[in-house]
């Protein structure tokens, strides 16, 4: 006779798998593959390498395959694995890793939210703050932690080489991922969260120190860039500082200027 599960697990069960759904519903509806791939052919082409850090159930990590390229994909979540390799099933030249990446190789605590693993973070102060800084997040509880491989990026530099682009949405990590690189990389994007824009104050100081870069702004999920010419490094960060309250979120986009 097969034992029932306790309750806390079958509520747990139930958690994640609400929480997996609701990623499914976002990130998988019609349409968005299509849009995704016009906004990144900018950036990635045929044959070229790029990291997908923090890939989560592999919207994009599919947009950059079915581009062309070959693609690192990073994703520390169990529950989200198998939704990750389903979405790139058959398409050839993708690692998938179940690590997240930092300033330094090693474990790491991953501060998991069940019902909405698309926030799920290392950052153990960005969790413990941002629900009283940004409104949006006052209803998500991280109710669980992982212990996760960390790794860096120029540890994954020097295995597959230098990405053409790299996507960074790690949720409060940002910095710290970028302070494992010592290498100014073409291309990246990473996330902003209002009520958190010390941490892109820090990314924007940390690029400044690696190249010489312009940048630009994609409020929430949507595909086009806020501002028709680049901007520079003060000019974006003192914007965000006006606007970001009633963004909540998005994505900066940097090139190394020509």
Known sequence: MTATPPATSRTAWLDHTIGVLRSLLIYRRPGRQRGLQRMYAE????GDLVFDIGAHVGDRTRA????GARVVALEPQPQ???WLRRAVRGRPGIAIRREVAGPSPGT???QVS???PTVSSVSRSWVQSLGQRNRSFQHVRWDDEIAVPMITL????AEYGMPRFCKIDVEGLEAEVLRGLGHPLPALSFEFVAGAL????DCLQQLAALGEYEFNLIRGERRGYEFRDWQGG????????????RLGSGDLYARLRP
């Open 234 to 245: 003060s000019d974006i960060l003192a914007w965000l500082e006006e606007h970001g309250e």
């Open 154 to 157: 120029d540890q994954l530099i």
């Open 64 to 67: 950059f395959a079915d581009l």
């Open 80 to 82: 989200l694995l198998p």
């Open 114 to 116: 069940r019902r909405h």
């Open 198 to 201: 010390e941490i892109t104050a």
């Open 43 to 46: 950036f990635v082409h045929p």
């Open 108 to 110: 790491a605590r991953l």
